[in-house]
């Protein structure tokens, strides 16, 4: 199963309609199931350099299938897998990247970047939130 266009411009809107409301500009980034990029949207005056963390932010996300935060556990200096951070073309390790969920199955993933951390983790989550 693998989220569809329409789908994948319903997670933006969703995730657009948070960001308004937090009055954050952001960049927000959803893949399809495979990692492969559906659909992206940059809102004006969102910073031109949080566009690629928020691909990266949802790759990341893909590539271990759990939250880019989640991710990070594996990426701090302490972990014994510290290195892999290095990986995949990098990978980003804090909040803002989650998958979307339709009912057990992920369908796509979501990448927000260009607000504080727990902005673009609201925004993503919003987003996310499609099928709930």
Not at 34 to 43: N, P, Q, T, W, Y
Not at 117 to 129: M, Q
């Amino acid at each position: 199963m693998e989220i569809n266009l329409n789908e994948a411009q319903q997670v933006i809107q969703l995730a657009k309609a948070k960001a308004v409301q937090l009055n954050v500009k952001v960049n927000i980034a959803v893949l399809d199931a495979a990692g492969h990029l559906k659909v992206f949207e940059r809102m004006d005056n969102a910073f031109l350099g949080t566009m690629e963390l928020a691909l990266k932010k949802a790759k990341t996300a893909s590539l271990f299938r759990m939250s880019s935060e989640a991710v990070g556990e594996f990426l701090k200096p302490e972990a014994g897998t510290y290195g892999m951070v290095n990986t995949n073309g990098g990978l980003i390790g804090f909040a803002g990247g989650l998958p979307i969920n339709k009912g057990n199955d992920i369908i796509g993933y979501i990448g927000v970047s260009g607000g504080a951390i727990t902005e673009d983790l609201a925004i993503a989550t919003a987003g996310a939130s499609l099928f709930n």
